[in-house]
């Protein structure tokens, strides 16, 4: 039997892409959106209607919220009414969730899921895929998914929906919401992007004092691709020891040594609330 699945916020950037992938899916999916915009743009490129939410919501199964972080609660609480019972309802991101702003409803099922986007290292055959930084069109990328509230064997269909909406997928991860919100503020964002836009300033800053920027750009990535091979088991390889004493005196200089707080319950529950 088909699943009908509801995708909210379907004229936006991820409902679209959602739509897109969803499309060569055997979902029945219900297109709603708002903006007459987000309608132009999703008939635009997927060649798609949206219909009003009270025919979407009739007979659903999934009603998949593909809205902003800052939206997720406005939105669930508009819509929770006319979810059926029994259904599930999926974030794809853990902040809203996190944070409490799903309402209660024990007869509905709660579920995340969220791309890792394609790895660096990877083995992508086509100029597609290696230019897929996202993810969901050509690349190959890990999900991450979170079954929050709801029966064990809803699991497998919130999977589905992941593995539709990222496509192409190369592995599923089953974490908890908790666990999520570490991967992400905590880990991609506060962590790895802080540290990438550090990298740059360095680099800015080499430029700054006489280095061509080119020459500093090709021996910044360079480098980073190949310590990156080393430090993530990519190559069996070690660092010289110049290069082990220079992380040894540089990462006091970098880093506070009680860096490792952002993962702490109470900095993580800080940075979701200031982003939802």
């Known amino acids: 039997m088909t699943d009908k699945l509801v995708l909210m916020g379907a004229g936006g950037k991820m409902g679209v892409r959602s739509a897109a992938n969803l499309a060569r899916t055997d979902f029945d999916v219900a297109h709603v959106e708002i903006s007459e915009a987000g309608r132009a743009r999703l008939k635009e490129t997927v060649g798609v209607d949206c219909v009003d939410i009270d025919s979407a919501m009739e007979g659903a199964d999934i009603v998949l919220l593909a809205v902003?972080?800052?939206?997720?609660k406005a939105v669930a609480a508009t819509i929770i009414d006319k979810v059926p019972s029994g259904a599930m309802v999926i974030c794809l991101d853990a902040?809203?969730?996190f944070a409490g702003h799903l309402p209660a409803r024990e007869d509905v099922t709660y579920f995340v899921t969220h791309p890792c986007h394609p790895p660096i290292y990877n083995d992508e055959k086509t100029d597609a895929g290696r230019k897929d930084y996202f993810g969901g069109i050509a690349a190959e990328q890990g999900i991450v998914?979170?079954?929050m509230q709801g029966p064990e064997n809803h699991y497998a269909l919130g999977e589905k929906v992941g593995r539709a909406i990222y496509a192409p997928v190369?592995?599923?991860?089953?974490?908890?919401?908790?666990q999520m919100a570490l991967l992400e503020p905590g880990l991609s964002e506060t962590v790895c992007a802080s540290l990438l836009d550090v990298m740059r300033e360095a680099m800015d800053e080499v430029v700054r004092r006489g280095v061509p920027k080119e020459a500093a750009r090709d021996f910044l990535l360079g480098h980073m691709n190949i310590l990156g091979a080393v430090i993530f088991e990519e190559v069996d390889g070690v660092f010289s020891d110049a290069c082990n004493k220079a992380i040894e005196?540089?990462?006091p200089v970098l880093m506070r040594d009680d860096w490792k707080r952002v993962f702490e319950p109470d900095e993580i529950a800080a940075s979701i609330q200031r982003i939802t």
């Open 68 to 72: 902003p972080d800052t939206a997720i």
């Open 95 to 97: 902040a809203g969730p």
């Open 145 to 147: 998914n979170a079954l």
């Open 170 to 178: 190369a592995r599923s991860h089953r974490v908890t919401v908790e």
């Open 249 to 251: 005196f540089g990462k």
